[in-house]
């Protein structure tokens, strides 16, 4: 894969509302977004790394642990109501006009759930360019499950099971496998990201993380992700 171009990017706003400037709160001693720096660069399979952020106080913290920036991202893409994708894509167009070339590749890697490592990273990347998928995105398989213990309303109020087998499911083992995304790690195709507004594709795939899914939205999710990053 030497001749592939690959931008890897962490796009993080300053704004939080659950958790104020969580990207950079300190956890065990490391900024938060500084763990999914160090992921990347121990897996190193990238043409340029970036930052794409609202904030130079980002930029500054995360040129510290080794992460680049060349832009401050607008405040149309920089609020609650912001897609990612959208974000990913204007990183994409931001980066190919200051270097001059295309890429093949975006793997995206989000600061708020940073229990991935290198080999995941690379699994991920590798399965997208030897399948030639549109997009790869990370999963862990779900503690609730659709065939079993999940539930919802018909038209009239009643509770039902989300998804029907031709037989009962009598526990959760016996249940098909389903998975949750984990808004980990995203590698998508250029043609892809520039045409689309979902991860969504008929030429998709998962790569399963063994790490549980736990993704940043209150000051307890810091405190348990404290903990878990603690244990690893």
């Given at each position: 894969?030497?001749?592939?171009?690959?931008?890897?990017?962490?796009?993080?706003?300053?704004?939080?509302?659950?958790?104020?400037?969580?990207?950079?709160?300190?956890?065990?001693?490391?900024?938060?977004?500084?763990?999914?720096?160090?992921?990347?660069?121990?897996?190193?399979?990238?043409?340029?790394?970036?930052?794409?952020?609202?904030?130079?106080?980002?930029?500054?913290?995360?040129?510290?642990?080794?992460?680049?920036?060349?832009?401050?991202?607008?405040?149309?893409?920089?609020?609650?109501?912001?897609?990612?994708?959208?974000?990913?894509?204007?990183?994409?167009?931001?980066?190919?006009?200051?270097?001059?070339?295309?890429?093949?590749?975006?793997?995206?890697?989000?600061?708020?759930?940073?229990?991935?490592?290198?080999?995941?990273?690379?699994?991920?990347?590798?399965?997208?360019?030897?399948?030639?998928?549109?997009?790869?995105?990370?999963?862990?398989?779900?503690?609730?499950?659709?065939?079993?213990?999940?539930?919802?309303?018909?038209?009239?109020?009643?509770?039902?099971?989300?998804?029907?087998?031709?037989?009962?499911?009598?526990?959760?083992?016996?249940?098909?496998?389903?998975?949750?995304?984990?808004?980990?790690?995203?590698?998508?195709?250029?043609?892809?990201?520039?045409?689309?507004?979902?991860v969504f594709s008929d030429k998709a795939g998962i790569h399963v993380m063994e790490a549980d899914s736990i993704d940043i939205d209150s000051e307890e999710d810091l405190a348990y992700m404290s903990y878990v990053l603690s244990k690893r």
């Open positions: 894969m030497k001749d592939v171009k690959v931008l890897c990017t962490i796009c993080c706003r300053s704004g939080s509302v659950g958790v104020k400037d969580k990207n950079i709160r300190e956890v065990n001693g490391l900024p938060l977004m500084a763990y999914t720096i160090r992921s990347a660069k121990e897996w190193g399979g990238y043409t340029d790394f970036i930052i794409s952020t609202d904030s130079q106080k980002y930029c500054d913290v995360a040129k510290e642990y080794g992460c680049e920036s060349y832009f401050l991202r607008p405040a149309v893409l920089a609020d609650s109501k912001s897609g990612k994708v959208a974000v990913i894509r204007h990183a994409l167009c931001e980066m190919e006009k200051i270097k001059g070339y295309e890429y093949d590749y975006v793997v995206d890697l989000d600061v708020t759930s940073p229990l991935r490592t290198a080999q995941d990273i690379r699994l991920a990347f590798e399965q997208c360019v030897e399948k030639d998928l549109d997009i790869v995105y990370s999963v862990c398989e779900a503690r609730k499950n659709p065939y079993f213990n999940m539930v919802e309303l018909d038209e009239n109020g009643y509770p039902h099971l989300c998804k029907k087998l031709s037989g009962d499911v009598l526990s959760r083992q016996a249940a098909p496998k389903v998975y949750e995304l984990n808004a980990s790690i995203y590698v998508y195709k250029r043609e892809f990201l520039l045409e689309a507004n979902t």
